[in-house]
């Protein structure tokens, strides 16, 4: 018995064009109605596809069809039953970021990718660092820091110098962006169930961003950040296309 499928797709002609060829190919139903949802764009979009379906639980399937595409599978129109019927689940936990502005109000988020904070102005940002309640670094003057999940670790991560990581290592990467003084410091892996809370030295000297995946919250003075497995969601992968084979690979790419 095939799948019952809502198909979603970024704004882009392309996908839209997709999306109309494969709806007449397969038919689809409601979003809350289905078994499986395929996404049809680039990282970004399976991004907010993932957010979107966090109360549905219902797996997700991507087709690249953007500039980025390293949580897609390859895009072809034929077969799509087949593939999903024997496509690898992947369970992604996200992030949880709760964000303490200057104003004292408190906002929280979800991310997949990573948590990051950034000088808002031209003056460095300063962060004191502690993990579940102990200060572990007194102050770092940086551009900012990001703390990362394995599937994200090859994104924001990997561009600051962070370290890639498999995706069953358990383990997080909190990584300095552009870090001044300790000037030796290149960041820790923390185990998944470690509490980080980053704090801004002086904000209201040196204002602070705090971004979750896409949700950006300014004039922050301090960010507390914890892995949420209860939110987990399921990505589906073509066998050939595993996301955790890729996550190695990426380590050997030149």
Not at 72 to 85: C, E, S, T, V
Not at 108 to 131: C, D, Y
Not at 182 to 205: C, F, H, M, S, V
Not at 213 to 230: G, K, L
Request: net charge neutral.
């Amino acid at each position: 018995m095939s799948p019952r499928i809502a198909f979603l797709a970024n704004p882009t002609a392309e996908a839209q064009q997709a999306r109309a060829a494969l709806v007449s190919r397969y038919g689809e139903v409601a979003q809350d109605a289905a078994d499986v949802i395929v996404a049809l764009g680039g990282d970004g979009f399976m991004l907010r596809t993932l957010h979107t379906m966090l109360q549905r639980r219902v797996p997700v399937f991507g087709m690249k069809l953007g500039k980025v595409g390293f949580l897609m599978n390859q895009y072809r129109a034929g077969d799509l039953p087949a593939r999903l019927a024997h496509a690898h689940a992947t369970s992604l936990a996200p992030l949880h970021m709760r964000a303490e502005t200057q104003a004292g109000a408190v906002e929280e988020a979800l991310a997949f990718n990573e948590v990051s904070l950034l000088r808002q102005t031209n003056q460095a940002a300063h962060l004191r660092i502690a993990l579940d309640g102990q200060v572990k670094l007194d102050e770092l003057i940086c551009d900012g820091a990001l703390v990362a999940t394995p599937a994200g670790s090859t994104a924001y991560n990997f561009s600051a110098h962070g370290p890639i990581l498999p995706l069953d290592a358990n383990v997080l990467a909190l990584t300095p962006i552009s870090p001044f003084r300790p000037r030796r410091w290149r960041g820790a892996l923390l185990p998944a169930d470690t509490l980080l809370r980053i704090e801004a030295i002086a904000p209201e000297l040196r204002p602070v961003s705090a971004t979750a995946d896409f949700h950006e919250v300014r004039d922050i003075r301090a960010v507390s950040v914890r892995s949420q497995p209860v939110h987990a969601v399921t990505l589906l992968f073509d066998p050939d296309h595993k996301l955790a084979e890729r996550i190695l690979d990426e380590q050997f790419a030149l």
